[in-house]
C-alpha cells in the first residue's frame, strides 16, 4: 500500500501496518519534539469533527505531509478517548467515516469492494452494481432515514440486495461508523492525560455547552410545567445520570415524540444516561418514533404506568379521576388558568 493511501484510509489493517513499520513510539508521538506537527494535525483533526462533523482534507504531496496525516489519525483516537465521552467517540466516528465516504467516489470498485470485505460485509460484483448479504443490508441500512432504503424498495435477487457504487459507499460509512465507535474510547495512560489535558478540557468545555445549547432548543416547544410528574420524574432521572427501566425510557420516547421533539433531539436528551450508547440509543428511539418500524408508538397509559412501577409523584391532578394518560394531563394543566397573587 502507499503511504498517501494509508494517510487516506488510516483505520485499514495495512494502513495500521503501515504505521508500525515507521518505528515511531508511543512516547515519541506523544512527547517527541520530532513529531509536534503530528500532534498538531491530530488535534486539528479532532476539533474538525466536533466542529464541522466531518475531518477535513490536509495536503499530502509529499512523503512528510502524507506521514503526519497517517500519524494524526492515532493521536486524534488518543484526545478522543482521553475525553471519554460517549456521544463525542459517536460524532467522532461519524466525521472520519464521511470523509471516507467522500474520498471512495474517486476509488476503484475493486478497492472499495476490498474495504467492504475488511470490514466483513458479505459482497459481490453483479450487473454494473453490487449485491450485498440481505443480512447486512438490513443491519447497515437500519439509521438511513430515506424512503429508498426501506427493503421493499430494493431490489433483491437470491438472497442478495443489489446497490450501486455510491449506496454500497454509503453502506461502508455506517459500518466504518459502527467499527470506529466499538472501538473507542481506548485505555488511556496518564502520560497521554497529562499530554493532552488543554485540549481535553477546551473540547469538554464545548460539548457542556453544545448540550445546553440543544437542551434549550429541544425543551423550547414543551412546557416543562406542564409535564406530568411521571414524565418530569423520567427526565430528571436522564438528566441527573440515573439509571432508567426500559419501560420508562419507552414511556418518555413516546411521550416526547407526541409532543413535538424530533429523534435527534430526544437522543441529545438520553445522552447523560449512563450507559448511554449513541447507536443503540438512536435505533430504539426511532424504532419508537417510527422513523424505522413505521408505526408511531404512543405513551403508555397510567394504569400501565402503574403496573410498570414508572408512576411516579402522583399530585392531585392525577388524583381527581379524570385522568387517565399522560398526555391528558399535559393537555389538561395547558388549559388550566394561572392563580393571581
Known amino acids: 500500500m502507499e503511504l498517501q493511501v494509508a494517510a487516506k484510509y488510516p483505520f485499514l489493517k495495512e494502513s495500521a501496518n503501515y504505521?508500525?513499520?515507521?518505528?515511531?513510539?508511543?512516547d515519541q508521538l506523544v512527547q517527541g519534539l520530532s513529531y509536534e506537527s503530528a500532534r498538531l494535525a491530530g488535534k486539528e483533526r479532532v476539533f474538525e469533527a466536533l466542529e464541522d462533523g466531518e475531518v477535513g482534507d490536509h495536503p499530502m504531496l509529499t512523503k512528510v505531509d502524507a506521514t503526519k496525516e497517517l500519524l494524526s489519525y492515532p493521536i486524534a483516537r488518543m484526545i478522543v478517548s482521553a475525553v471519554a465521552d460517549r456521544g463525542f467517540v459517536r460524532r467522532y466516528a461519524i466525521a472520519e467515516s464521511k470523509k471516507a465516504n467522500e474520498r471512495f467516489r474517486n476509488e476503484s470498485d475493486q478497492f472499495l469492494m476490498d474495504v467492504a470485505s475488511e470490514l466483513g460485509l458479505t459482497i459481490t460484483k453483479e450487473d454494473g452494481g453490487f449485491a450485498v448479504n440481505f443480512a447486512d443490508f438490513l443491519r447497515f441500512s437500519a439509521t438511513m432515514r430515506s424512503k429508498s432504503w426501506k427493503l421493499v424498495n430494493q431490489n433483491i435477487v437470491n438472497g442478495n440486495v443489489l446497490v450501486s457504487k455510491s449506496r454500497l459507499s454509503r453502506i461502508v460509512e455506517q459500518m466504518l461508523t459502527e467499527k470506529i465507535s466499538a472501538e473507542l474510547p481506548l485505555e488511556v495512560t496518564d502520560q497521554i492525560l497529562d499530554a493532552f489535558r488543554p485540549t481535553t478540557e477546551e473540547i469538554k468545555e464545548i460539548l457542556e455547552e453544545k448540550r445546553k445549547e440543544k437542551k434549550t432548543e429541544g425543551m423550547?416547544?414543551?412546557?416543562i410545567v406542564r409535564l406530568p410528574p411521571c414524565m418530569k420524574k423520567l427526565l430528571d432521572m436522564i438528566r441527573a445520570g440515573e439509571n432508567v427501566p426500559h419501560s420508562g425510557r419507552f414511556a418518555l420516547v413516546a411521550f416526547?415524540?407526541?409532543l413535538g421533539?424530533?429523534?435527534?433531539?430526544?437522543l441529545d436528551t438520553f445522552s447523560t444516561a449512563p450507559d448511554f450508547d449513541p447507536s443503540k440509543?438512536?435505533?430504539?428511539i426511532r424504532h419508537?418514533?417510527?422513523?424505522?418500524?413505521?408505526?408511531?408508538?404512543?405513551?403508555?397509559?397510567?394504569?400501565?404506568m402503574r403496573s410498570y412501577g414508572i408512576c411516579y409523584d402522583s399530585d392531585q391532578l392525577c388524583g381527581d379521576g379524570r385522568i387517565k394518560h399522560p398526555l391528558m394531563y399535559y393537555r389538561v394543566k395547558g388549559r388550566r388558568p394561572r392563580s393571581r397573587k
Open 288 to 304: 419508537i418514533t417510527g422513523d424505522i418500524s413505521g408505526t408511531e408508538y404512543t405513551p403508555p397509559e397510567c394504569s400501565t
Open 19 to 26: 504505521l508500525k513499520e515507521t518505528g515511531v513510539t508511543l
Open 281 to 284: 440509543s438512536e435505533y430504539q
Open 256 to 258: 416526547l415524540h407526541t
Open 220 to 223: 423550547g416547544r414543551l412546557s
Open 261 to 266: 421533539m424530533d429523534s435527534q433531539e430526544i
